[in-house]
Nanobody
Framework: QVQLVESGGGLVQPGGSLRLSCAASGSVLSIDYMNWYRQPPGLQREWVAGITDGGDANYGDSVKGRFIISRDNAKNTMYLQMNSLKAEDTAVYYC????????????????WGQGTQVTVSS
């Protein structure tokens, strides 16, 4: 059994920063592309950023220049550094692994975490 667990969410004032983490637990051999998504209250889930296993990153227009995605493959962990936060960044943030290979050779596609709440408010 493998799973993704997000952490680091919370309440922050506009202009502040937060760092989210997404750790893959269980018997993980490798993970290729990983993403951060978010779902604002009452709205659909939207893609925030993605990163290859080699560290190449892509960002949605609304977070470009403010958020930084990174990963530590040795720890099977992905991060999202969020700076200059705005009220419209308020959402539940989810991490996603497109393809994960377990140590027993099994492949898991489309794995999601349970989400972590980020609230930006004064």
């Amino acid at each position: 059994q493998v799973q993704l667990v997000e952490s680091g969410g919370g309440l922050v004032q506009p202009g502040g920063s937060l760092r989210l983490s997404c750790a893959a637990s269980g018997s993980v051999l490798s993970i290729d592309y990983m993403n951060w998504y978010r779902q604002p209250p009452g709205l659909q889930r939207e893609w925030v950023a993605g990163i290859t296993d080699g560290g190449d990153a892509n960002y949605g227009d609304s977070v470009k220049g403010r958020f930084i995605i990174s990963r530590d493959n040795a720890k099977n962990t992905m991060y999202l550094q969020m700076n200059s936060l705005k009220a419209e960044d308020t959402a539940v943030y989810y991490c996603n692994a497109v393809r994960l290979v377990r140590r027993d050779g099994q492949t898991v596609f489309g794995l999601w975490g349970q989400g972590t709440q980020v609230t930006v408010s004064s």
